[in-house]
């Protein structure tokens, strides 16, 4: 039961669903306003309005001569004591209902407060506690930690994730409340845009001239140049965009060449554009670097995977701040005079996950001031059923090899709900050849039935 404190008449709502309200001097809906409080409104306003009902009855019942007896029925003491004694009596009725509503309503809805608490002893989060809400693209090459990132901050698994590159291969959104500081309620929405992987389109990797061949596992079709695409595309929407680096990667591969070539100490050739990002493994890195240079982006590094560097006993401090000065070198300026390198981060997310509380802070700060995007109990945009074959096509991930992995996908070819909650499933694997179809029949003799095991379990 909920109402509109407005002009038009009252808009009916499913009782303990969180309903808008409009205030009288102000169109602005305002959300995260409970039925609870609202049906306390509904039940002054039926009080004031029964008031309002009796004692018209009585002015009418006195202006008219003809009805003597109606006006010693209702009138006086006897309207008095009436009003006096049947109104408390029907408020309380009204409102011991509606207690009674309240008590046999389920506690497991998320979107239920009772008494100010949730149906786990923590308090409720109401939307007016979220000031910030912002979208975050997140980009990088393949197989820099893009998913695991977001996963970590989303706090679920939203985005399938495995050790072989170019895993993602389309926009997913995570949704996040973010708190300043741990133990503090949260107060920023965060919404995470994982992208595919942004792979080296050309085959010009150096500024020496050579071609550096290296084996892929995937083509550069048409599928991966719109994974690109769209990757960049996300940039245009997004309020930030982090740039996720391969710590290790860059440690190993960097400084590949000296500025300018020498001999014997002496100049012989013209500098080198970007000398530090030359190795050919580093080519990807070079590529995407060279596009935010040109794009004039503020972006901010997250240079992950540094418990790699720490198994080596390297000192991790020291390698942040060269790895700061490079990229605010090469990076450039904007037309304002501002660094593009907008912050630096870095963080091992999967072995260290509370390396990613400065990530949340920076972002409950620098986010833009308004209400949430999305509601606050979701998590993802990604509908069950694209989740169910994205799970699959994980599992696939993870027992084949070689360009088989790439060259498939899943479709949901069944898809139906069982009265008793049951879901039957049944899914179909594509792949582009015979032979990719009899390696992927081979694998499901063996492997694969433990894989469907693995599946049926996570349902």
């Known amino acids: 039961m909920a109402m509109e404190l407005a002009s038009g008449p009252p808009a009916a709502a499913p009782f303990g669903r969180t309903v808008p309200l409009r205030c009288a001097r102000s169109t602005r809906r305002l959300e995260g306003c409970r039925v609870q409080t609202t049906s306390v409104v509904a039940v002054a306003l039926a009080y004031q309005s029964r008031q309002r009902r009796l004692r018209a009855r009585v002015e009418r019942a006195q202006a008219s001569p003809r009805d003597v007896s ?5 009138s006086g003491e006897e309207v008095e004591a009436e009003a006096d004694e049947d109104l408390p009596t029907e408020l309380d009725a009204m409102i011991s209902e509606l207690r009674d509503l309240e008590a046999s309503r389920p506690r497991a809805d998320a979107e239920a407060v009772a008494d100010g608490e949730e149906s786990d002893g923590t308090e409720a989060i109401s939307i007016q506690e979220i000031d910030r809400s912002g979208q975050v693209a997140v980009l990088g090459v393949p197989n820099s930690g893009k998913s695991s990132l977001v996963n970590e901050l ?65 083509r550069q079709n048409r599928l991966h140049k719109a994974m690109v695409k769209t990757a960049w595309k996300q940039t245009r929407a997004s309020d930030a965009v982090f740039w996720v680096l391969d710590a290790s990667k860059c440690y190993m591969y960097g400084d590949y060449m000296p500025p300018c070539p020498e001999l014997d100490g002496v100049a012989i050739g013209a500098p080198v554009a970007d000398p530090w990002w030359l190795h050919p493994e580093l080519a990807e890195e070079l590529a995407f670097l060279r596009k935010l240079r040109r794009l004039k982006l503020k972006v901010s590094v997250v240079l992950n995977k540094m418990d790699l560097l720490e198994e080596r006993d390297i000192d991790t401090e020291e390698f942040t701040l060269q790895m700061r000065e490079r990229l605010s070198e090469d990076l450039g300026t904007r037309q304002d005079g501002e660094e593009v390198l907008d912050n630096m981060w870095a963080t091992s997310v999967l072995k260290d996950p509370a390396s990613l509380a400065p990530i949340k802070r920076w972002l409950c700060e620098n986010l833009p001031k308004q209400s949430p995007i999305y509601p606050l109990d979701n998590i993802s945009d990604v509908p069950a059923r694209v989740a169910a074959s994205e799970i699959t096509r994980e599992k696939l991930f993870s027992v084949l090899r070689e360009e088989v992995p790439y060259h498939l996908t899943v479709v949901n070819a069944v898809w139906q709900q069982e009265p008793d909650g049951t879901l039957l499933l049944g899914q179909r694997v594509v792949v582009m050849s015979e032979g990719q179809r009899k390696i992927v029949q081979a694998w499901s003799y063996g492997r694969l039935r433990r894989m469907r095991r693995e599946i049926y379990q996570r349902r």
């Open 70 to 74: 109606l006006v010693e029925d209702i």
């Open 154 to 218: 989303v706090g679920t698994k939203v985005s399938i994730v495995s050790p072989k590159p170019q895993t993602t291969r389309q926009r997913i959104l995570g949704l996040a409340l973010l708190s300043p500081r741990p133990g503090m309620p949260p107060t920023t929405q965060a919404v995470f845009a994982d992208t595919a992987g942004i792979m080296e389109m050309g085959q010009e990797v150096s500024e020496f001239g050579f071609r550096h061949k290296r084996k892929r596992l995937f």
